[in-house]
């Protein structure tokens, strides 16, 4: 529990010198650790995993751990929020966030231990940034998964609820922008909904891949300045603290030097981000118009569509979607250049590559959310065109064809014979 000694009402400063040193270098001119809570918990679960695992094995006396792993909870219940003042964004592989933590923990665990706790020798006992950081990161980005699956699995949801609504409403399908063949709504809406949770099953698989996490590399993936067993018994504790299962890397080389798996995430997003705005793209052209355009479908009029022009509705909503879309694909971008550009044995880009995978996370979650709440919830298939459109359906000409020829059918059709081919 909370001892509520430094709520933020009362807040003074915990952390050191070398946060003061960053808070220098790397002037936030975006979001600071503090304002990604998901980072600041994972990197509290790290520390008191490490904390009780170092005890276990006789690296931290009982006094200490017991102080750094209270210190840590008080930060999982919501205390010290402003002692993260430092750039998300920030040169070093992460240190930066390290020592923040690791100052703020010793300083607090000082005070509740009646004794001296220091940052590096017992806070950041049998650990480097380059195992801690990525262990952090990895935690943070598995908690934050969460919110965009469970919205695109919604989306889906709302697409298939149109599908059973609009089972039997025929609707003209078109193939190069052309008339083609009918279908029904139900068959549009059902073919959205399985593409939709496939991505979300797509991004979580991604994800779910950081479970195995680096904790116990230490320096470059050595191990060196850990005891042995550090790493599994570390893991054992971050699995229990999250609830997910957590486990060791077995190539600490590997899991520090390729970051392959982050760039998969991001592909997995700006895939996820892909497929909404095309069903967004498409929403939008059925409902052009709605005298001038498709004016096959309706969606809701959540507000004026024009300064000038009254009464005009504009499908906000499908355009909202889309422009995420395109800075899910720009973060995704950033993800795979900064995956490209790790070297040797480390990659010291992860600050920009956890910033952009959030990003991602936020910007899916957003645009999942608002395109089923204010648009496919409440789209209906009344649009003034889609009987009259109808009548250029290919089916009859189709059918034709197959008994009779390719060509017979044809000659017949540019002979006048479009008279209603739909398929009723």
């Given at each position: 529990m909370s001892t509520g000694i430094h709520p933020d009402s009362t807040w003074a400063p915990l952390y050191g010198a070398q946060t003061a040193l960053a808070m220098d270098n790397f002037p936030s001119r975006g979001r600071t650790f503090g304002d990604f809570p998901p980072l600041v918990h994972g990197y509290a679960q790290v520390k008191l995993a490490a904390a009780r695992a170092n005890q276990a094995l006789g690296v931290l006396d009982a006094q200490r751990c017991d102080a750094i792993v209270k210190a840590c909870q008080e930060i999982l219940d919501g205390e010290h929020t402003r002692q993260f003042p430092t750039a998300l964004v920030h040169g070093g592989g992460g240190t930066t966030a390290n020592m923040n933590v690791n100052e703020v923990i010793a300083a607090r665990a000082g005070e509740l231990a009646g004794a001296a706790v220091h940052p590096n020798d017992h806070v950041n006992a049998s650990q480097s940034t380059n195992d801690s950081y990525p262990t952090a990161m990895?935690?943070?980005?598995?908690?934050?998964?969460?919110?965009?699956?469970?919205?695109?699995?919604?989306?889906?949801?709302?697409?298939?609820?149109?599908?059973?609504?609009?089972?039997?409403?025929?609707?003209?399908?078109?193939?190069?922008?052309?008339?083609?063949?009918?279908?029904?709504?139900?068959?549009?809406?059902?073919?959205?909904?399985?593409?939709?949770?496939?991505?979300?099953?797509?991004?979580?698989?991604?994800?779910?891949?950081?479970?195995?996490?680096?904790?116990?590399?230490?320096?470059?993936?050595?191990?060196?300045?850990?005891?042995?067993?550090?790493?599994?018994?570390?893991?054992?504790?971050?699995?229990?603290?999250?609830?997910?299962?957590?486990?060791?890397?077995?190539?600490?080389?590997?899991?520090?030097?390729?970051?392959?798996?982050?760039?998969?995430?991001?592909?997995?997003?700006?895939?996820?981000?892909?497929?909404?705005?095309?069903?967004?793209?498409?929403?939008?052209?059925?409902?052009?118009?709605?005298?001038?355009?498709?004016?096959?479908?309706?969606?809701?009029?959540?507000?004026?569509?024009?300064?000038?022009?009254?009464?005009?509705?504009?499908?906000?909503?499908?355009?909202?979607?889309?422009?995420?879309?395109?800075?899910?694909?720009?973060s995704a971008h950033t993800v795979e250049c900064a995956v490209a550009a790790g070297e040797l044995e480390l990659n010291v880009m992860e600050p920009v590559?956890?910033?952009?995978?959030?990003?991602?996370?936020?910007?899916?979650?957003?645009?999942?959310?608002?395109?089923?709440?204010?648009?496919?919830?409440?789209?209906?298939?009344?649009?003034?065109?889609?009987?009259?459109?109808?009548?250029?359906?290919?089916d009859r000409w189709v059918e034709m064809a197959a008994t009779r020829g390719y060509e017979s059918a044809t000659a017949e059709l540019r002979a006048g014979g479009s008279d209603g081919g739909t398929a009723r």
């Open positions: 990895a935690l943070a980005l598995l908690s934050q998964v969460d919110a965009p699956v469970a919205a695109l699995n919604r989306l889906a949801d709302a697409l298939e609820s149109k599908a059973a609504e609009f089972d039997t409403t025929r609707r003209l399908g078109r193939t190069c922008l052309q008339d083609a063949v009918t279908l029904t709504a139900g068959d549009t809406h059902r073919a959205q909904a399985a593409a939709v949770r496939r991505t979300a099953g797509v991004l979580q698989a991604a994800t779910d891949a950081l479970t195995t996490v680096p904790i116990g590399a230490t320096a470059v993936g050595t191990g060196i300045g850990a005891p042995a067993h550090f790493a599994e018994r570390c893991a054992e504790e971050l699995a229990r603290l999250t609830g997910r299962p957590i486990s060791a890397s077995e190539n600490p080389y590997d899991s520090l030097a390729h970051f392959d798996p982050y760039a998969h995430i991001a592909s997995a997003g700006a895939r996820a981000a892909i497929t909404m705005a095309k069903i967004a793209a498409d929403i939008r052209l059925l409902s052009s118009g709605p005298q001038g355009g498709f004016g096959e479908l309706t969606i809701p009029a959540v507000q004026a569509g024009s300064s000038i022009m009254p009464a005009k509705v504009n499908p906000v909503i499908p355009e909202y979607v889309m422009q995420l879309s395109y800075r899910v694909r720009g590559i956890l910033d952009a995978l959030s990003t991602i996370f936020d910007d899916l979650a957003a645009a999942a959310t608002t395109f089923t709440e204010r648009c496919v919830l409440g789209l209906t298939w009344n649009g003034p065109h889609r009987e009259r459109n109808l009548a250029g359906a290919l």
